[in-house]
Every structure is written in C-alpha cells, then in structure tokens.
C-alpha cells in the first residue's frame, strides 16, 4: 500500500502540538512536527514520536476483562457490560445513588468524546462523589478565576509573543510547554522575548530547566509563594505604583485589597520567602514600569495549603500593574467551540458556586461540582449512609497520582464492585472488576474541548484518525452505554438511538422554531462529532448555520488539516465577564477571609527539610513510563539534594537514602545538585510501578518510588480542596 500522510494534534500534554504522521501499511513509520500548523508551528517534544510506541504497546489493553477468581480474564463487550448490568443495579437498588462513585483522569481532556460523554454519565448516576485529578493540582487557579472573572475557564494566561517582562513562579513551562496555559515551544517563544530586550526571571526553589534559560532565578522556600505575592501587592500600594490600565472601569475591591494586604511588607515576609526584601521591591518596581508584563505561576503555587490565595494573588498584581487584557500583558483565549465566556450575555452572569454540598466524612466543600480525591479513601471506608461501595474510574490511577496511595489502594480492594474505563492494567485498573479498553488516539478523532480555551494564540484544528477503528465501541458510547445502565436499562440497549433522541430534545430546548434546521444541517453524524458542528456553527467565528457564511462549519475545520489561526489574543473585557456584578472582582470574600490564617503561618517556622515534586519533558503523571522511547536513557526517579544538605545528612550520589515522616516511608536513588534550594529535595510524581496485578512490563523494570507515600491526604487547601503535595516535611538519611 502506498504511503499516507495524515495530521492530528498530539495528545499526550497540555502543549497539543501539531503532528505529521506517515503511515503504511496499517503502522506508523514516522512522526514529526506540522511545520504548517498555525498554533505550533512545527514543534514537538519526545512524547509526540512516543505516539507510535503507545499505539504499539503489548501491554496496551484491546478487549475488555472480567475478574474471575482473582484474575483479570478477556471477555466480550456484551459479557463486560452484561456483567455491569447485572452488578451496578444490584447494589444501586440496595444502597442508593451516592454508594457509586466516579473518578476522572488527566488523559480524558485529550479525548473529546470522553470530555463530553463523562458529565452526562456523571449526571445520570446523580451521586455527590464525583472525583478528578483536578483536585491534585488545578482547581485553586480555577477557583480563584471564577471568583474573579465568573467562570472556572476564563484563565488569563501571558501574551508571551509581545510580552517584554515574563515572571514564572512555581512553574516549568519549559518542561511542562505549558500547564493551564498551552503554549508548544517555549523556549522558542522566550529566546524571542530575550532577542527583542524583554527579560524572562523565575521564581522557584529549584533551578529549573527554565530558570536556566531565564535572566534571573530567585530561589523560594516552598509553600512561601502567598507571603511572596502578597508582600508584592503591598509594595504596589506603599509606594503608589498600583494602576488598572485598560480595565479600570470594570474593577470592583481595589481598596479592600490595600487593607488585606498591609501586614504583608517585604522585610515581614523576607526570612519566611528566603528572598531578600530589596529583591521583592526591585521585582515589584520592574513590573509595574514594564509597559508590557505578565505574571504566570502554576503547580508550585497551586499545591500547597495556600494555594487558591497565591493563584489569586498572581493576578491581583497582573490588575493592579495595568496588564490584564492588554497586548504583552496576561489576556483571555477566544476559543472557536465550548467556552461558556462566549454564550449567553456578555458583561455578566451567575458567576460561580461552592459548597452546594459537602463530603460526607470530612465535610470537605464541593468545588466544581467535585469533592477533592483526597476524600476518596475515607468515603469508601467509613461505615454509614451513603457509604461508597461501588467505583467507575476513566482514565486515572490514583493509586499512583494522589496522596496516601497505599490507602487508597487498600480502600479500592474493599468496594463491592470497581469498573475502569481505561487502556491498560495499572496499579489502581488491577482492582476493577471489569476494565473496558479505550482507543488508542491514533484511531480516534478529536478537537480541543479545554485547551483552546488556554491557548497562547486563537486556533481551531480537528483530528481525524489516523489508524482504522477496531470493531469496538467508541469511547463516548461506553460512557452513553454504562449511564444507560445506571438508568436501569438493559445492557444491549441501543446507546446510538439514546445520543440521537437526546440531541434532538437538547436541539428542540435551546433552538425552539429553528429546531428543524439544525437537526437536518447535523444529519449524518452523531456523538461528539455531531455536538462539534452545533458549537462549532453557533460559536464565536461559526457561520450560524447560513447567517454568516464565511463563519466556521465542521467541515472548513475538518478540510483545514493544519488548522485555521484565529489571530492573536485579543482584549475582551467587558465582554466575557459572567459576575453578577458585571465587574473583574478583586476582593472575593472567602479569598479575603483566608488571608489571616496565612499571616497566622507566617509567625511560624518553615520545616528544616521538605519535599517538592517535578516535572520532566519525558513523563506526564503516572501513565507514560511503559513506552521505549520515553523510558530510556538515565533514571529520572532520583532525590535531588543540595551539596550542602548532602554533606550535612552524609548523602552520596548514586547511593539510596531513606526519605521519611509521619505518612510513610521511601527509599530513592540520590542525586547531588546545586540547582536545589537548600532544605529543598526534589522527587518527581507518578512513579512507584512495583504494584502486584499491574501490567506494565517496562515500567516494572524501574519502577521508581511513589512520592506521593509521603504526603498526607488529610492535609488540603481549605477553600478548594486541592491537595498539598509541595512543601512536605521530611527526614532523610542514607542506607548503609
């Protein structure tokens, strides 16, 4: 057979990088960068290429298993589902709605049809206990900006490509291309920034992979960032430099914020920071004379106690030094299809809710419409009404990925029943009862449903398959077929006529008369595809089916193959505001009444040694250590330790050292380096593949350890339930 070229968006990180894929005879013979992609313009990282290695993977699950006396065995579809039905209802029937559970990982935002099908099975259950990897590492930035802004996805990220001053703090991008910002290349994008006089200073307790290209590197005791930040609003105030620029009419708290702050000086917060006061004036100074700077801060910031009032605090100081909304300062994506801060009435809204209800054990507050997972284990494991006995994961192992791992891995082998929608047998799938494979990306299409709402520049790209579909449901008809059977429904029921009679009444509510014109426009397709056309069509380019004729369709996306650039970042206050009030609010009440509890910290002393984790460009949480390309070369699960900590615990590089406190205890591979803080050791997430019944035969080979063994699940972010996975104390020696 010939050779055929094909184009898809990567789906293995936030930086969804454009790919050129070569394809013969049924397999992958080469991928690249799509030098044509308007969005990344040809960049890719190692684990694009790794594609073909996941899509090849033996251990790859393709057919579904059933547990059968202790062993996970194939079955057919009907038998998996036959099995489901005839377990879920059951134990529904016996112990209500909130006795299910359901769980969601990182991999879902790269599929769209399980990013638009897990509400709806979410919905149908109708439990409380909804859980996501959210709760690890993002929600305190999508609390705060809904506080601010209205809604959880209207995230101002920086205009990096006119930018002249960049500060990161807590954050990689570098490695990570981006992180609730999706920006392929940034390297790139800040060797331009240099080029063109702007200067680039990271703030974090490690010199990073992009503090080593930066400027200036100012190390930072972890969970120090609130004092940092807040220290910087005060600065603003004490010396007058605070301006709100192109959005001052739209800003409501100005002064509710001076009062909040004014304890927090420089020389208060200095010893805490390990930052000289002088350096958070002079940083400060710099940025409110920069005519065009952005502050951008991410996992550091968000993983700690304080998290959703350092990701707060970040933008407080991009209002108050006049770069919100403005070109090179930090402004909001327009995306083609999906963002709520394009519907409905511009200027205002509902803006958002918390703590509709509570966790049953904990009393821990919904965010999101999500209890944090660090609740997880003690909901399966406490007696009482509503106790949780039954579990639906899709795509997440956090076994692996969320705190107490060994807890919740003796809490998912008590539950009465357990499916994973998932593509292999981890340390968390081995505990299903029934796992149902996904697709691999190669042989699913897709559009960003999240990222474009993140994104450094407007774009709409579609993904068509490029290997053949398997002789199997769809990921969205596995999610439509077990919220069926939670329904009650048998487990043949037919899932395509439920999608079409539910499209058709979602049609007939929103468009009333012209019901029928859109339902014969999206005749042909169905699923998530058909769901694209509709918000494709009625977005903010869409053609309004006819209206606007040089507006987007499904079809222009779809014969774009590179995808179509939607320009540059635009400014859009008033516009996408969704508060009541119809203003950027500055000074949320909860935010404000949090702030004494970290004064109270701050009269503290910082542990002597803590724990922070890592990123690495060759890994994503926990899933991607079983592919060759990836895997190879040096280990990188090793404890990075300062020379100075290592000579004073008498550590010797390439040796083990036992790293320990109250929640447990590892053992790691030492590895010597001055890019740490010292007091400050370094243990990169989502390893520890040593588990009993997983099945990644890689990864077994250097399992790494599991860090998240040291962190205790009982210890969040009050206001947004995220866990704390940075800043930990701990005790280290060496093994002899």
């Known amino acids: 057979m010939p050779q055929t070229t094909h184009y898809r968006i990567c789906p293995l990180c936030e930086a969804c990088c454009g790919l050129e894929i070569k394809v013969q005879d049924g397999a992958v013979t080469h991928i690249r960068g799509d030098a044509n992609d308007p969005f990344s313009q040809g960049y890719i990282c190692p684990k694009a290429v790794a594609l073909k290695d996941l899509h090849d993977d033996p251990d790859r699950l393709r057919t579904p298993l059933i547990k059968r006396n202790g062993r996970h065995e194939p079955a057919t579809w009907d038998e998996a589902f036959a099995e489901i039905a005839r377990r879920l209802q059951t134990l529904q029937a016996a112990h209500g709605r909130h006795a299910v559970a359901v769980a969601v990982g990182n991999p879902t935002v790269h599929k769209y049809g399980l990013m638009s099908y897990f509400p709806k099975l979410a919905r149908v259950l109708g439990t409380r206990n909804v859980f996501s990897a959210s709760s690890l590492d993002q929600v305190p930035k999508q609390l705060s900006c809904g506080l601010m802004f209205g809604h959880w996805m209207t995230v101002p990220v920086p205009d990096i490509s006119r930018t002249q001053l960049l500060v990161v703090i807590g954050a990689n991008p570098l490695a990570s291309n981006g992180s609730m910002w999706t920006v392929p290349d940034f390297k790139g994008k800040a060797k331009a920034l240099q080029a063109r006089g702007g200067r680039l200073v990271v703030v974090d307790p490690r010199r990073t992979e992009t503090a080593a290209v930066a400027d200036a590197h100012h190390a930072i005791r972890p969970g120090a960032d609130v004092f940092f930040l807040a220290a910087m609003v005060h600065t603003l105030f004490a010396n007058g430099w605070e301006r709100l620029g192109a959005v001052s009419e739209w800003v409501a708290g100005v002064e509710d914020v001076r009062r909040a702050v004014s304890a927090f000086t420089p020389e208060a917060v200095a010893v805490r920071c390990g930052i000289a006061a002088d350096t958070i004036v002079e940083l400060t100074r710099a940025l409110a004379h920069t005519e065009r700077a952005a502050v951008y801060a991410r996992i550091g910031t968000c993983t700690q106690t304080f998290g959703t009032l350092a990701s707060w605090l970040v933008d407080v100081l991009n209002v108050l030094t006049g770069h919100l909304d403005v070109p090179g300062g930090v402004m909001f994506p327009k995306a083609a299809a999906f963002a709520s801060n394009t519907l409905g009435t511009s200027g205002s809204g509902r803006g958002i809710a918390t703590g509709r209800h509570a966790s049953r054990v904990s009393g821990a507050p919904e965010v999101m419409g999500e209890q944090p997972i660090t609740c997880l284990a003690e909901e399966i494991e406490t007696a009482g009404q509503d106790q949780v006995r039954a579990l639906i994961t899709v795509a997440t192992n956090p076994v692996l990925s969320a705190p107490n791992g060994p807890r919740i891995s003796r809490a998912l082998a008590s539950l009465d029943f357990m499916v994973s929608v998932d593509i292999y047998l981890n340390e968390t799938t081995r505990h299903a009862d029934v796992i149902l494979p996904g697709l691999s990306p190669l042989q699913d299409d897709h559009f960003d449903m999240m990222f474009a709402q993140l994104s450094w520049r407007n774009h709409a790209r579609y993904s068509a398959p490029v290997l053949p579909l398997e002789d199997r449901p769809a990921e969205w008809q596995i999610l439509l077929k077990l919220a069926a059977i939670a329904q009650g429904q048998p487990a043949d029921v037919d899932v395509n006529a439920i999608d079409d009679a539910q499209f058709a009444k979602d049609v007939q509510r929103q468009f009333g008369p012209h019901a029928d014109t859109v339902l014969q426009a999206t005749q042909g397709l169905s699923g998530p595809q058909r769901l694209l056309e509709l918000v494709l069509r009625t977005g903010p380019y869409g053609d309004e089916f006819g209206r606007k004729p040089d507006g987007l369709t499904l079809a222009k996306v779809q014969a774009a193959s590179s995808g179509i650039d939607l320009g540059e970042l635009q400014p859009r206050v008033p516009e996408l505001l969704r508060t009541p009030s119809g203003k950027i609010e500055l000074a949320p009440p909860a935010l404000l009444a949090d702030l004494p509890r970290a004064w109270a910290d701050l009269q503290t002393p910082a542990p002597e040694l803590v724990v922070i984790g890592r990123r690495d460009v060759r890994s994503n949480n926990s899933w991607m250590h079983n592919l060759p390309l990836l895997a190879k070369g040096p280990m990188r699960c090793t404890a990075l330790v300062h020379p100075s900590d290592a000579a004073r615990l008498q550590l010797q590089a390439g040796k083990l050292a036992r790293i320990s406190n109250a929640s447990g205890q590892i053992e790691a591979q030492v590895e010597i380096s001055a890019d740490m803080m010292p007091g400050v050791v370094s243990l990169p997430h989502g390893w520890g593949h040593d588990l ?39 005790q280290i020696q060496p093994i002899l």
């Not at 990864?699 to 969040?716: C, F, I």
Request: no cysteine; hydrophobic share 40%; glycine share 10%.
């Open 692 to 730: 009993p019944g997983s099945q990644l035969t890689l990864a077994a080979q250097r399992p790494g350890v599991n860090l998240n063994v040291l962190l205790d699940d009982s210890q969040r972010d009050p206001l947004s339930g995220n866990a704390v996975l940075s800043g930990v104390a701990i």
